[in-house]
């Protein structure tokens, strides 16, 4: 049986695909950060959260 | 998950030299009365799996370590000598392994076979501690307040973890807020600039492009037919006119800006100011209130940091890393006013942030004019006032900086050079000196300006639409772990709800049919509500018995690690639990645990041993699968009781003239066996209140039961026309009647060695015949094939059968009609 958590953690990079809010590497990158089975941090989720300067962005 | 195979235990809580049980992986009793060394095991066990003992953990236990007070307490100084061996079988891997730990390095376990399954499948289980369970635990559960509820199950199920995934992804998300808060800040300061420059009410195309075309115009430029990302206002200068961007007009309402600006700095933000300084003045006031917003700065930023045993504060070591993390939490729990305190005092300094960062958009232009004109004064004044409030930003989005800014923000928080007006007056009358520039070089320097201007914007939006994107996909993301969380958190609830309901009815099967339980889960709480005899839902602890509020603990338990592990449910340690449960009650609690969790090993400790038979007789465990302590002592240890080695323990004590002990541990267990089978075969000794039974009352109808019974069942055996039987029931009576005559001139010698202390009278021959005349009484009443003690069915009612747990004596009682 898949932990709780990873269960939660799979059901919301799933809904996450659905936002239009976030893009596909910001997914992908909260996917990697899951994962790591880590402890999230909130710089690493900035991080994610932030595209780079000089992006799609006019 | 595992199953336990054996375990071998030297100086180890109360167990002296050495111990070993052989669990056999299968569901395993441990009886004695208290104090004999029961939850010794339990601790071992559990020490041997996780490296961490429940008992020395928690509240009341500051002070305590496993290091220093798991060993015996005669090896406190020598820890190396106490260690836990357990075999163990991982049924998921088909491999058995043994791992085995020791006081002195509790998280440096020797595992063999060293594989990597092996590792990760016992690593798995060192992270649940949940697998004991013990009566402190259950009430944990069932009678405390809700958000406690809350955080015990939760914690128990590990959504604390998931509680600090939601915890950083809201911190990530709040950071982004005041990025994108700031960028708005800095565009709205630079759309300010180029309106200013411009003169225009609004940036739209028309409005700007009006403005420029018409200084385009002058010079003789193409006009610009619209505006685009790409679109140069100054595009058609050459490089040599771009290099002036001073435009005397522009420069004037620059000047006028800051001057106007000026006048007012005085009451800007003061409302935000006062109200930090208000929060600061209760802090000052409540030390306490400050001390714990302090430590929830330093807990919160501790908590972040902690990546094992190892506090990241003050490098105190714990026993594991969630030990920590709980003391961690629990004390942010305790600081709920501070945080509302620190976000008021986020929220005012958020405000002053942003009126900040407009004054230093105005004060950028004129810093630069007053550095071209050479007001080297006023240009240092204004560097040094710019830096000074850059270097006030970052102090205002914290508590720590605030506090250090409560002078300042008390009075002119601005703090603008003393000689702004003079200086903004001197400059602008200077600027206004200054010829007026030629229409042309004013077309030229205008759209210089207005390009460099149109520039900074540009980026300021692009960095405002960038911070705007983050902070939403962070909201967004957190918005929807936190709908994900509450939908798998309400699932769960419900289906523990259903298993804790269906657990209880069954437990509860004569008087509780209908019972229904309701949890009601809320942002940090979790109310239990539980049917009472139909009269509706109630906290547990309102109506219902102690009996009943410990079944719901253990039934709550079940329930949540079958949501835990579901069929990897297999093992649980069981510590003392459902002590106030009837004996009634608990003979459904085994039929519970045998229908629902066939494939779960439990280890049950009990000082009943009244429940420890019971245990026997409905099948839970078997004599090779159950011990029972005798008593304990701090030299030996637990002193086993087993129906075997009872006899050599009395044979050894005679062998070395010791007729005193071998004399108590017979009366002690011949205590025992009297109660027990007075329970089993439904004897009637003289009936007493206070249930306090001596054993010459209750041995006599014991023999006196049996003998009833085995005459039934020999004439049960005649009504059928089963002379075999009848022949073979009727020797056993005449067998029990012999040892009964016995041992029944002996008992005079028990009693009196116990209790006239007469030892001295009674040598080793004189005792060596009272052991033997009860040994053989006692074989009477005990199978010969699998060991256990005879019990009548039904317990209650009219006997039907006199039988063993394998059925190998199985005499009916009742008669073929007539």
Same mark, same amino acid.
């Given at each position: 049986?898949?932990?709780?958590? %990873?269960?939660?953690?799979?059901? =919301?990079?799933? &809904?996450?695909?659905?936002?239009? *809010?976030?893009?596909?590497?910001?997914? %992908?990158?909260?996917?990697?950060? =899951?994962?790591? &089975?880590?402890?999230?941090?909130? *710089?690493?989720?900035?991080?994610?959260?932030?595209?780079?300067?000089?992006?799609?962005?006019? | 998950?595992?199953?336990?195979?054996?375990?071998?235990?030297?100086?180890?809580?109360?167990?002296?030299?050495?111990?070993?049980?052989?669990?056999?992986?299968?569901?395993?009793?441990?009886?004695?009365?208290?104090?004999?060394?029961?939850?010794?095991?339990?601790?071992?066990?559990?020490?041997?799996?996780?490296?961490?003992?429940?008992?020395?953990?928690?509240?009341?236990?500051?002070?305590?370590?496993?290091?220093?007070?798991?060993?015996?307490?005669?090896?406190?100084?020598?820890?190396?000598?106490?260690?836990?061996?357990?075999?163990?079988?991982?049924?998921?891997?088909?491999?058995?392994?043994?791992?085995?730990?020791?006081?002195?390095?509790?998280?440096?376990?020797?595992?063999?076979?060293?594989?990597?399954?092996?590792?990760?499948?016992?690593?798995?289980?060192?992270?649940?501690?949940?697998?004991?369970?013990?009566?402190?635990?259950?009430?944990?559960?069932?009678?405390?307040?809700?958000?406690?509820?809350?955080?015990?199950?939760?914690?128990?199920?590990?959504?604390?973890?998931?509680?600090?995934?939601?915890?950083?992804?809201?911190?990530?998300?709040?950071?982004?807020?005041?990025?994108?808060?700031?960028?708005?800040?800095?565009?709205?300061?630079?759309?300010?600039?180029?309106?200013?420059?411009?003169?225009?009410?609004?940036?739209?195309?028309?409005?700007?492009?009006?403005?420029?075309?018409?200084?385009?115009?002058?010079?003789?430029?193409?006009?610009?037919?619209?505006?685009?990302?790409?679109?140069?206002?100054?595009?058609?200068?050459?490089?040599?006119?771009?290099?002036?961007?001073?435009?005397?007009?522009?420069?004037?309402?620059?000047?006028?800006?800051?001057?106007?600006?000026?006048?007012?700095?005085?009451?800007?933000?003061?409302?935000?100011?006062?109200?930090?300084?208000?929060?600061?003045?209760?802090?000052?006031?409540?030390?306490?209130?400050?001390?714990?917003?302090?430590?929830?700065?330093?807990?919160?930023?501790?908590?972040?940091?902690?990546?094992?045993?190892?506090?990241?504060?003050?490098?105190?070591?714990?026993?594991?890393?969630?030990?920590?993390?709980?003391?961690?939490?629990?004390?942010?729990?305790?600081?709920?006013?501070?945080?509302?305190?620190?976000?008021?005092?986020?929220?005012?300094?958020?405000?002053?942030?942003?009126?900040?960062?407009?004054?230093?958009?105005?004060?950028?232009?004129?810093?630069?004019?007053?550095?071209?004109?050479?007001?080297?004064?006023?240009?240092?004044?204004?560097?040094?006032?710019?830096?000074?409030?850059?270097?006030?930003?970052?102090?205002?989005?914290?508590?720590?900086?605030?506090?250090?800014?409560?002078?300042?923000?008390?009075?002119?928080?601005?703090?603008?050079?003393?000689?702004?007006?003079?200086?903004?007056?001197?400059?602008?009358?200077?600027?206004?000196?200054?010829?007026?520039?030629?229409?042309?070089?004013?077309?030229?320097?205008?759209?210089?300006?207005?390009?460099?201007?149109?520039?900074?914007?540009?980026?300021?939006?692009?960095?405002?639409?960038?911070?705007?994107?983050?902070?939403?996909?962070?909201?967004?993301?957190?918005?929807?772990?936190?709908?994900?969380?509450?939908?798998?958190?309400?699932?769960?609830?419900?289906?523990?709800?259903?298993?804790?309901?269906?657990?209880?009815?069954?437990?509860?099967?004569?008087?509780?049919?209908?019972?229904?339980?309701?949890?009601?889960?809320?942002?940090?709480?979790?109310?239990?509500?539980?049917?009472?005899?139909?009269?509706?839902?109630?906290?547990?602890?309102?109506?219902?018995?102690?009996?009943?509020?410990?079944?719901?603990?253990?039934?709550?338990?079940?329930?949540?690690?079958?949501?835990?592990?579901?069929?990897?449910?297999?093992?649980?340690?069981?510590?003392?639990?459902?002590?106030?449960?009837?004996?009634?009650?608990?003979?459904?609690?085994?039929?519970?645990?045998?229908?629902?969790?066939?494939?779960?090993?439990?280890?049950?400790?009990?000082?009943?041993?009244?429940?420890?038979?019971?245990?026997?007789?409905?099948?839970?465990?078997?004599?090779?699968?159950?011990?029972?302590?005798?008593?304990?002592?701090?030299?030996?240890?637990?002193?086993?009781?087993?129906?075997?080695?009872?006899?050599?323990?009395?044979?050894?004590?005679?062998?070395?003239?010791?007729?005193?002990?071998?004399?108590?541990?017979?009366?002690?267990?011949?205590?025992?066996?009297?109660?027990?089978?007075?329970?089993?075969?439904?004897?009637?000794?003289?009936?007493?209140?206070?249930?306090?039974?001596?054993?010459?009352?209750?041995?006599?109808?014991?023999?006196?039961?049996?003998?009833?019974?085995?005459?039934?069942?020999?004439?049960?055996?005649?009504?059928?026309?089963?002379?075999?039987?009848?022949?073979?029931?009727?020797?056993?009576?005449?067998?029990?009647?012999?040892?009964?005559?016995?041992?029944?001139?002996?008992?005079?010698?028990?009693?009196?060695?116990?209790?006239?202390?007469?030892?001295?009278?009674?040598?080793?021959?004189?005792?060596?015949?009272?052991?033997?005349?009860?040994?053989?009484?006692?074989?009477?009443?005990?199978?010969?094939?699998?060991?256990?003690?005879?019990?009548?069915?039904?317990?209650?009612?009219?006997?039907?059968?006199?039988?063993?747990?394998?059925?190998?004596?199985?005499?009916?009682?009742?008669?073929?009609?007539?």
């Amino acid at each position: 049986m898949a932990k709780l958590q %990873e269960e939660i953690a799979d059901a =919301f990079l799933e &809904k996450l695909e659905e936002s239009p *809010d976030l893009t596909p590497e910001m997914i %992908e990158g909260l996917r990697k950060l =899951f994962s790591a &089975k880590k402890k999230l941090k909130a *710089d690493d989720l900035v991080k994610v959260f932030s595209p780079p300067a000089g992006g799609d962005v006019k | 998950m595992i199953k336990l195979e054996s375990v071998h235990i030297e100086w180890a809580r109360g167990i002296a030299q050495k111990l070993d049980l052989d669990f056999q992986q299968k569901t395993f009793a441990i009886s004695g009365p208290n104090g004999s060394g029961k939850s010794a095991v339990i601790d071992t066990i559990e020490f041997a799996l996780t490296g961490q003992i429940g008992r020395l953990a928690g509240i009341g236990t500051k002070g305590l370590s496993v290091t220093e007070h798991g060993p015996h307490v005669d090896k406190a100084k020598f820890p190396d000598a106490a260690f836990v061996e357990l075999r163990l079988f991982i049924p998921e891997l088909g491999k058995s392994a043994t791992i085995t730990r020791k006081f002195k390095s509790p998280n440096k376990p020797k595992i063999e076979p060293a594989d990597d399954d092996v590792k990760a499948a016992l690593a798995e289980v060192a992270d649940h501690p949940e697998i004991t369970l013990s009566r402190r635990d259950i009430i944990r559960f069932i009678l405390v307040e809700p958000s406690k509820r809350s955080e015990e199950i939760q914690s128990l199920l590990k959504l604390d973890e998931i509680g600090e995934t939601r915890s950083a992804l809201n911190t990530a998300q709040n950071r982004l807020q005041n990025s994108h808060r700031a960028a708005t800040a800095q565009a709205i300061s630079d759309s300010d600039a180029l309106r200013r420059h411009l003169q225009v009410k609004t940036l739209s195309a028309e409005e700007l492009l009006a403005a420029v075309n018409e200084r385009r115009k002058v010079l003789d430029l193409a006009e610009l037919g619209g505006l685009t990302p790409e679109t140069s206002l100054d595009a058609g200068l050459s490089e040599a006119a771009t290099a002036s961007e001073f435009n005397k007009e522009s420069a004037l309402r620059d000047l006028k800006a800051l001057t106007e600006a000026a006048q007012g700095l005085a009451d800007i933000c003061a409302t935000e100011a006062g109200k930090i300084v208000a929060d600061l003045g209760k802090l000052e006031a409540d030390p306490a209130l400050l001390a714990a917003l302090q430590r929830r700065f330093f807990i919160e930023k501790g908590l972040e940091l902690v990546d094992g045993p190892e506090c990241p504060l003050c490098d105190t070591p714990w026993d594991d890393e969630e030990q920590l993390r709980n003391h961690l939490q629990a004390k942010l729990a305790k600081s709920e006013e501070a945080r509302a305190i620190r976000d008021s005092l986020r929220t005012n300094g958020a405000a002053i942030s942003d009126a900040l960062i407009r004054i230093v958009g105005l004060i950028g232009p004129v810093h630069k004019l007053a550095t071209v004109e050479e007001h080297t004064g006023f240009a240092e004044g204004l560097v040094a006032w710019k830096s000074d409030l850059d270097e006030l930003k970052p102090k205002l989005d914290t508590v720590d900086g605030l506090t250090g800014l409560k002078n300042r923000l008390t009075g002119d928080w601005v703090q603008a050079p003393g000689a702004l007006s003079a200086d903004l007056d001197g400059l602008t009358e200077k600027v206004k000196a200054k010829p007026d520039q030629t229409a042309a070089l004013n077309a030229q320097t205008f759209l210089t300006k207005a390009q460099v201007r149109l520039g900074d914007y540009r980026t300021a939006l692009r960095q405002e639409k960038l911070a705007e994107a983050a902070a939403a996909s962070a909201k967004a993301a957190y918005d929807t772990y936190c709908s994900v969380f509450e939908t798998a958190l309400n699932t769960l609830y419900e289906e523990v709800q259903d298993d804790f309901s269906t657990f209880y009815r069954e437990l509860n099967r004569d008087d509780e049919t209908k019972f229904t339980a309701k949890f009601t889960p809320s942002e940090s709480k979790l109310d239990l509500d539980v049917n009472f005899y139909g009269r509706g839902l109630f906290p547990p602890g309102a109506y219902h018995s102690e009996g009943h509020q410990d079944g719901m603990g253990v039934c709550l338990y079940l329930a949540l690690m079958k949501r835990l592990f579901g069929d990897r449910f297999s093992l649980a340690l069981l510590d003392d639990v459902v002590m106030s449960v009837d004996s009634d009650h608990r003979y459904e609690f085994c039929k519970l645990l045998k229908k629902h969790f066939p494939e779960t090993q439990f280890i049950i400790t009990t000082h009943d041993r009244l429940w420890a038979e019971q245990m026997k007789s409905a099948g839970l465990v078997t004599s090779k699968t159950s011990v029972a302590f005798h008593s304990w002592t701090i030299d030996t240890g637990p002193l086993v009781e087993s129906n075997k080695e009872i006899w050599n323990e009395i044979d050894d004590a005679l062998a070395k003239g010791k007729v005193e002990v071998a004399a108590a541990a017979l009366r002690h267990h011949l205590e025992y066996v009297s109660r027990h089978l007075a329970d089993e075969l439904g004897a009637s000794p003289q009936f007493r209140a206070d249930g306090n039974y001596e054993m010459g009352e209750l041995l006599p109808s014991v023999l006196a039961r049996m003998h009833k019974l085995l005459g039934k069942a020999a004439d049960a055996a005649q009504s059928w026309g089963d002379k075999a039987k009848r022949e073979a029931t009727a020797a056993r009576r005449k067998a029990l009647s012999e040892s009964k005559g016995a041992a029944a001139v002996e008992q005079w010698a028990v009693n009196k060695a116990v209790h006239y202390n007469e030892w001295a009278n009674f040598g080793k021959k004189d005792f060596e015949p009272v052991v033997a005349a009860f040994k053989d009484l006692l074989d009477q009443f005990r199978c010969e094939t699998c060991d256990a003690w005879v019990y009548v069915t039904p317990r209650r009612g009219n006997s039907e059968s006199l039988r063993c747990s394998c059925d190998a004596i199985s005499l009916n009682l009742k008669q073929k009609p007539k």
